[in-house]
């Protein structure tokens, strides 16, 4: 989801049900993408990454899609979890400065 | 591996005095360390950017002279929050990078709630 704000975008979801959480980027030139997990009061973590030069990229229970033509970025959850609550950012790194720039986020619930 | 810390957790100070918060990388060098602030519900922003043995590359609209930020080794940098005021409350999270191994990925510390009364 994309920022509107102070008021983070909210997916519900059901305990067992797969998750998606969605991302635009801006910047063309970004060829390294991540997707982070931030618990309430805690830092990010990392979930999973993916390049340019990927489209989709498994981990465990998670997918990234990437979709360079439409600069999209999406995250998929299986099998959502109660410990999977939290909220969810994606960022995007242009490799010669290696910083990081990250989406508004998007606050993930399950419902159990 | 790749734990990166942070001290103190939390710090409450009174308008007008000076914070310094502590970002360790535990079990890896990290030629770069970067700074975030986070306000509630709002996403993070980048700071600064700090590499070890040179002075910090800040990002438009934040105050070097407020914010400074040292590097010293390759295992800690420093925030030092100036003459903090109440506008200065916000979540203040740390990464660093490690070499060789990934130079792209950051690792990112628990972060330090500051609250200036």
Known sequence: ??????????????????????????????????????????????????????????????????????????????????GDSAVYFCAENIAAGNKLTFGGGT?????? | ??????HPSRVICKSG???????RSLDFQA????????????????MATSNEGSKATYEQGVEKDKFLINHA???????TVTSAHPED???YICSASSQPRD?????FGPGTRLTVL
């Open chain 2, 89 to 91: 409350s916000s979540f």
């Open chain 1, 107 to 112: 606050r993930v619930l399950v419902k159990p």
């Open chain 2, 17 to 23: 005095t000076s914070v310094k918060i502590e970002c």
């Open chain 2, 73 to 79: 080794s390759l295992t800690l940098s420093t925030l």
């Open chain 2, 103 to 107: 130079t792209d990925t950051q690792y």
């Open chain 1, 1 to 82: 989801g994309e920022s509107v704000g102070l008021h983070l975008p909210t997916l519900s979801v059901q305990e067992g049900d797969n998750s998606i959480i969605n991302c635009a980027y801006s910047n063309s030139a970004s060829d390294y993408f991540i997707w982070y997990k931030q618990e309430s009061g805690k830092g990010p973590q990392f979930i999973i990454d993916i390049r340019s030069n990927m489209d989709k990229r498994q981990g465990q229970r998670v997918t990234v899609l990437l979709n360079k033509t439409v600069k999209h970025l999406s995250l998929q959850i299986a099998a959502t979890q109660p």
């Open chain 2, 31 to 46: 030629t770069t360390m970067f700074w975030y602030r986070q306000f509630p519900k709002q996403s993070l922003m980048l």
């Open chain 2, 1 to 6: 591996g790749a734990v990166v810390s942070q």
